[in-house]
Each structure stands twice: as C-alpha cells, then as structure tokens.
C-alpha cells in the first residue's frame, strides 16, 4: 500500500463480512426518522486524520447512524461529540464538533480510526470479524509507523483487537500481554530497523494508553468523565510531543 489514500479507498470497498455488509447496508436502506433526508454512506469507514499523525486514537467500530451516515470516524453521534470536543479543549481539533465530512474539522497531529470498520450489529463485532479486518489497522499502523509516536485506546475491546495489530505492524508487545485499564500506559519496543540499534527503544517506539470508551453507557454514567478523557490525551499529547494546550 502506497499511501493512507490508497489504504482509506480499499477499506471503503472492502465487503469481507457478510454479516457486517447486510447489516450496514440495511440500516442504510431504513435510517433513522431523524436522518430520514440522508444519503446514508452504508460502507466500510476509513480512518480520518492526517498521514503524518504522531498520535493515533483506536475506537472499535462506527456507530449505525453515526459514521456509517456520515462515512467519517465518530462523526453524528454522541461518542463522537464526547471526543472531539475533548481534542478540541486540548487544542488538537479545529473545532469542538464534528457534524459531517465538510464541516471544516481538522486534526492536528492526530488520527482517528478502529479495528472494525463497519458498523456491527448492537456495536458487537463477532472475533471472526475483528480478526478478519485486523489486516487493514496492521497496514494503517505500517505507514503512520515514520511518525507514530503515541496510541490511546478506547476500550477493552479495542485494546484486545489493537494489540496483536501492533506485533504484527512489528512493534513488541510485552508478554504477557498487558490487561486493559483506564490509565494504562504500556511502551511498545521499536519495530526492527527502527530507532536505536537492533530496533531497541528509542525514535521509533511507542506508547501506548488504555481509555475507557467513548460510549453513552460510559459518559452518561459518569465512568467516564471530560476531565479524565482530556487528562488521558494530554498525557498522550506530551508523550508523542505535540503542542496542545494545558
């Protein structure tokens, strides 16, 4: 794969899962009364956010009427308006919200994508599912690889899905691999080639965030709350050495 465009094309063609292909497109076909004048973009999502990005951010899948409407990561819905407004109070998005491709939202240094790139039924992706779209987040991560610098993962599933993507992208995850958790901060050894010399640690490795996810249940609960999301990416922020704000 030549470039982040080539790979976002590809992934937006790909109809790997038949379970995941009826379903997006079904939900495309009905919509939601509130979305009733969409044209919904029923496919698989790309990732969204610059190619030389030094912090990615790793969801788990798009939501039904979210980025499966809009075709854009985190895009209409509520998680998305959790997270962007929380990169833009940090000073890493242009702007606090993120309504449709088009609506002038930038990212500054950062990425935004998911180990599943369909929308799944009750946001549940099956193991074969993750596993089968694996391939996609291994060559996303090859060619942020020059960049990377920082990873924050948005739930156990994420983390579960992600951390065999980064072995096989070339980095070392640590055995056993490390558990999921708010907080969590796991530094991954530089892929082969990379960094000092026999790829040891160094420009090249990475670090890596456990955060809860973005959902509903967990912002409307309070498990998750702003201040600890905005204190989650301004660690990740320092740690890949982007400005941001404090």
Known sequence: ?????????????????????????????????AFADWTYWGRPVPGFGPGDARLLIVGLAPAAHGGNRTGRMF???????????????????SQPTSVRPGDGLELYGV??????????????PTPGERDTCRSWLV????????????????????????????????????RPRPAFGHGAHVRLSAPAGAGGPGGAEGPGGLDLFGCFHVSQRN???????????????RTAAATAGLPGRT
């Open 75 to 93: 895009t209409g819905d509520r998680s998305g308006d959790v997270l962007y407004q929380a990169l833009h109070d940090v000073g890493l998005a």
């Open 1 to 33: 794969m030549d470039s982040l465009a080539d790979l976002d094309a590809r992934i937006a063609g790909c109809a790997a899962c038949p379970r995941l292909v009826a379903w997006r497109e079904e939900v495309a076909r009905t919509k939601r009364a």
């Open 139 to 174: 060559q996303e991560l090859r060619l942020l690889r020059p960049t990377l610098r920082t990873v924050v993962v948005l739930g156990a599933f994420g983390w579960q899905a992600a951390l065999p993507a980064f072995a096989e992208a070339g980095w070392t995850v640590p």
């Open 111 to 124: 990425r935004v994508t998911a180990p599943v790139h369909c929308a799944p039924p009750e946001n549940k």
């Open 219 to 233: 912002t409307f609960t309070g498990r998750l709350t702003p201040a600890m999301l905005r204190e989650v990416l």
